[in-house]
Structures are given as C-alpha cells and as structure tokens.
C-alpha cells in the first residue's frame, strides 16, 4: 500500500526496528541518555532555546496541554480558525470551561493578520490567541504567522500555535518568529509512529502557567519540566516511540532541516503540478498551498464519496478525503515525512486511474 494521508506517514525501516527493542527502566540511566538527546534535537527542529517538552499523547493531547497550562476557567480566548483543526481548539478551550471568541477565514484562506488586529482591538480582555499553522483538512498554510506573533506581542497576549503537520517539514522558527508555546506531532513529518506530541513553552509561556488556576494533571507542563531536569517524564512514557524518535532524529539531522525542507516543497510542488496537469483544481488558495498536504477539489460529475474506497482498494493507495464540510468534496494527498519522488509520481498515477474509474475524462496523463 502507497500510504499517501497527512499522517501517520510511513516510517523508515530503521526507525521500525528501533521501536522494536528491549524494554528498559524509564527511570534508569539508558532512558535519561535517550530523552536528553531526543529534547536536544527536537530544540533544533523546534529551531529554539525555549524547553521542548515530549509527552505521551497523539497531537490533540499537545493542543490540550497547551490549554490547560496557559488558559484559565472563564477566561476569553481567541481562536483563529482557517479548518476543522482550528475548529478543534474552539472545543477543547469550551471543554474547560474558557470562552473562545472565533475569528474564522473562510477554508482554503490564510489568516488576515490586520483582522487579527482589529479583533484584539476590540475586545482589549484577552490575553490569549490560538491559532493553526498549517490546516491538515484543507492543505493550507497560515503563511504571516511571523506577522500575526507581531501584533498578539504588541497586544501583550500568549501565542499558541499547532504546528502539528508543519513542524518538521515546513520551516517553523519558533525564536526568530517569537512562538510561545509551539505544538508538533510523531506521527507527521517526524518519520515516527503515532502517540508522542512536542510542546515548547516560552519565559512567558512559563510566567503564564505560575498563575494560571486552571486544574491539571497529566498534562501539567511544570510536572514535565522538573522531571526532565532528571532525565525523566512524570508517568510511564511510550518507551517504544522514544527508541522511533531517537533515531529519527538522527536520520533528519543528518539529512539538515534546510534539506528536508526544500525536499518537502520540491514534493509538494511536483503534487501541486501533476494535479493541475489531471485537469483538477486546489483547495488551497494561490501561494497558499501547504508543503506538507494537498487538497484537490473533486471535479464535477465525479462521486467524491467512492473516491478514497476506489483507489485503496482497486489502486493500493491510501489518500484522505475531506473532513466536517468538506466531505465528499475533496480529498487530501499526503506528502510529508520520510516521502520521495517515487511515491509522488505513484500517488498522482492512483489519482488518475481513480478518476477514470469514476468516469472522469482527465486532460493530461499523470
Ligand atoms: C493541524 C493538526 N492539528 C491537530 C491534529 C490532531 O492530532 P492528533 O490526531 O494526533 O490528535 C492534526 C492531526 O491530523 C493536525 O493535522
């Protein structure tokens, strides 16, 4: 199977057999070495000084943390939504008894950094922004994050961002960018399987959670911080993914971050081309498009609900279709993480064929 969804992604051979070891004390000296190493590169992926703490929980775990530590009970939130990864941090911030003010863009549209503006100009209260960078179910990239971190300083609020299918494919400067609390998951552009999330924090990010009264437990940053300090995670970590990770990381840092990156918009734009070239349309406005995830408009006359089904099961490859309105009426090729060309041209080939099958008369062949 051509595994072509946003994640989880295929993971290289050696990173499987890495996850295969022995188990070992999490609270033994080989842990402590592991975990020391894999927040030391994570920093370098994060591109930060900041602490990047790794928890054992899938990327809505992270999007949680990052709630509980930062925002308290009743506090007014804004939450910027471009798709239904946005939408999922106006329900986690409700689900805590905090009150989200949405500002939406409309799917397929980046973030307007002025509106941003305005929005904190008019209600002067909040201190706290969320915010997606890259919109898995709409293949789309917040592109003026550096922009929108400007304004939610000069407003003195936190900003919080999920970077779960961008970090680690599509640059992500968590210093230079001036991110306070940055979420990534294993299962995206890591080459690693499901169940570990990223979150870095801030000085401020930090000053914030002292005060903060929201209620935590599992998910109490502090409690992370001061075990790591001694080479530890406060409960059981998944003892298997940090074996994955470590050596993920050091197969990324030996490939250089400029490097993937390049790899991942070299790949992308090969995706965005062949598509173009099938006679199909993208979701994602112009120069918008994400490096990591494409989403491309089923055509007219096309059934978009037979689409995945047709080309798992009649072309061996797995794409996704789309999510919340979306469904039906796109679907998502995946290309991120330990992706290369091969699997590119494969993947537009099972698009093609896939169409065809539906009855659609594509203009060019992939
Ligand atoms: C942008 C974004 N945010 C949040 C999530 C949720 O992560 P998880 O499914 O690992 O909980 C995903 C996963 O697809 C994502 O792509």
Redesign the pocket.
Known sequence: MNLRI??PTPVPAAVAQAGAADMINHRGPEFAAIIRRTTAGAQQVFQTKNAVLTLTA????G?EAAVVNHVAPGERVLVVTIGV?GQ?FLDIVRSYGAEPVELAFEFGSAADPALIDDALKANPDIRTVLI?H???STGTTNVYLPQVSEIVHRHDALMIV?A??SLSSIPVLTDEWDLDVVIS?S??GWMTA?GLTFVSVSDRAWARQETNPMPRFYFDLRRAQSALERGETPWTPALSLFFQLDKALEMMLAEGLEAIYERHHRLARMTRDGIRALGLELLAGEGLESDTVTAVKIPEGVDGSKFTKVAREEFGTVFAGGQGPLRGKIFRFGHLGHVHEEDIRAGLVAVEKTLVSLGYAVANRA
Do not use: A, C, L, W
């Open positions: 946003p994640g899938s990327g809505s775990g999007m990864f999922r997606t890259n919109e898995t999920d779960i299918s998951g299962q995206k499901p």
